[in-house]
């Protein structure tokens, strides 16, 4: 599994768009771009995913270098609601039943 | 209601007592998970099973027990609990076809061991 680099902590005026980088320079071929978070105290939750192209869905946006070696998950207006732990991960259909989630990044929606 | 439970949702045990967490889903999903969080450790990954009576290991197996009679149901065991293992553990629960992309969490289990 590629390993991830998130930024520790973001802020972001509620009402704006919040982009949450990733870093995983080292993802081969077969791996996918997994989003979830965490609200405090809660269960994560699943966001999104992609493997080459830009994904969309009812939450977020998934935005994929065409090199594959960063993403970008994109809120598009941000609610207090949002604010919470965003964790990426890469990881092969093979092995992704054994979700690996590093630290992530806390994200801060400001009123 | 529909969804993933665990219960109880917050425990307090001694050293050295067994314990059993309990998980129900009902979606039917062929995949349940274990996971625990402990702070500065991220998630990590039990044990899980793919189906009733198909069970294995994850990244941190040692000191628990796993089993799976039915497929609603994923129960996880300490069997002699360690103060190591307090944390924060959560089920999760997955599609055969989607097993790969999506899990569904539930509201965790804070387990305190004295």
């Known amino acids: 599994d590629a390993k991830t680099t998130q930024p520790t902590s973001m802020d972001c005026a509620e009402g704006r768009a919040a982009n949450l980088p990733c870093n995983h320079s080292?993802?081969?071929?077969?791996?996918?771009v997994y989003w979830y978070r965490q609200i405090h105290s809660q269960g994560p939750q699943y966001i999104i995913h992609g493997l080459k192209n830009n994904e969309t869905n009812e939450m977020a946006s998934l935005i994929i270098t065409e090199d594959r070696k960063s993403s970008t998950l994109i809120l598009p207006h941000a609610t207090l609601r949002d604010t919470a732990v965003y964790y990426c991960?890469?990881?092969?259909?093979?092995?992704?039943?054994?979700?690996?989630f590093g630290q992530g990044t806390r994200l801060t929606i400001n009123p | 209601d529909a969804g993933i439970t665990q219960s109880p949702r917050y425990k307090i045990t001694e050293t050295g007592r067994q314990v059993t967490l309990m998980c129900h889903q009902t979606?039917?999903?062929?995949?349940m998970f274990w996971y625990r969080q402990d702070l500065g450790h991220g998630l990590r990954l039990i044990y899980y099973?793919?189906?009733?009576?198909?069970?294995d290991k994850g990244e941190v197996p040692d000191g628990y027990v796993v089993s799976r009679s039915k497929t609603e149901n994923f129960p996880l065991t300490l069997e002699s609990a360690t103060r190591s293992q307090t944390s924060v553990y959560f089920c999760a629960s997955s599609s055969r076809d989607r097993a790969l992309l999506e899990q569904f969490f539930g509201p965790g289990t804070r387990l305190t061991v004295l």
């Open positions: 080292t993802i081969s071929g077969n791996e996918y």
């Open positions: 979606w039917s999903h062929s995949y």
């Open positions: 991960t890469a990881q092969g259909r093979a092995g992704a039943q054994k979700l690996v």
């Open positions: 099973s793919a189906a009733a009576d198909i069970t």
